[in-house]
């Protein structure tokens, strides 16, 4: 509770928080159904309708609700970008802390994969590992948990590498604690931190990378709505129907900015340099 108040007291905190809640709370009425319209029924009619009382978004080229298909956009994006972040934190911790307690020849081999591995720019390293898989909302999460594990190592490996050097580890060492203890117990929990902070900036960059992929055409695949997907499926109709260019991208836009706007926040109030300090 105290936590929740003090990332509330902060003014980007406040902003970051509030986007995140409203997106939560629009994927979760998404998936349960609770959209004004049907998704995903055309209604050729009412193709191209400028938004209006019946269809606040208006509709796209096939007569879909836009916000209809921007709810269900919404969650399948936060399913992705949580995805592929869940998996990069865990895989990513456990390289770090590995490399950083083995230390030697095993740092060396683990870091070095990971450097190769942030060699590639982002995107183009996701693209090829769609290319070899095969497009799709799986594959998406596998090709974006990848592409981050090398910076959850990184961040891990580091303070890692110090605290496994402090005087509580050598004297959890001479009761004769496990590794895995010692691993989990003493480094882990101190790494919570940096780990919460690099997780919140993390989905932003995910969920901007799987709208990147589904605007290519190797994410989401139609007819299930998705932000790039219907960003990719409006670039044509710009100047008739701005509308359905400028909803989706708003939305992407929010999504990162409270993602931003939340990491920074944690990372004032995690920071203990930072306490005290004016927000």
Do not use: C
Request: aromatic share 8%; hydrophobic share 55%; no cysteine.
């Amino acid at each position: 509770m105290r936590f929740l108040q003090a990332l509330f007291r902060h003014p980007s905190g406040r902003i970051g928080a509030s986007i995140i809640a409203i997106y939560l709370g629009v994927a979760l009425l998404g998936a349960l159904g609770l959209t004004p319209h049907n998704a995903l029924k055309q209604f050729p009619i009412d193709r191209l309708k400028p938004p209006s009382l019946l269809y606040l978004m208006g509709t796209d080229l096939l007569g879909r609700d836009t916000l209809s298909r921007l709810m269900l956009g919404i969650g399948q994006s936060l399913v992705v970008a949580f995805g592929s972040v869940a998996i990069a934190t865990v895989a990513g911790t456990v390289i770090g802390l590995l490399a950083a307690w083995w230390g030697s020849l095993w740092d060396g081999v683990l870091m070095r994969l990971m450097d190769v591995l942030l060699a590639f720019p982002a995107i183009l390293l996701a693209l090829l590992i769609i290319a070899i898989v095969g497009p799709g909302p799986f594959t998406s999460v596998t090709a974006i948990a990848i592409v981050y594990t090398p910076i959850f190592a990184r961040v891990v490996r580091g303070p890692a590498l110090s605290l496994k050097r402090r005087e509580f580890v050598d004297a959890a060492r001479t009761f004769g604690s496990s590794q895995a203890y010692i691993l989990t117990r003493h480094l882990l929990l101190n790494l919570i931190a940096p780990l919460t902070v690099q997780v919140t900036l993390a989905l932003a960059w995910a969920l901007l990378t799987e709208a990147g992929l589904s605007f290519l055409g190797l994410g989401t695949q139609p007819p299930a709505p998705s932000l790039g997907l219907m960003l990719s499926e409006s670039r044509n109709l710009m100047q008739h129907a701005p509308w359905l260019m400028l909803f989706p991208g708003l939305a992407i836009m929010l999504g990162i900015l409270g993602f931003n706007l939340t990491g920074d926040a944690l990372r004032d109030i995690l920071d203990p340099r930072m306490q005290g300090r004016p927000a």
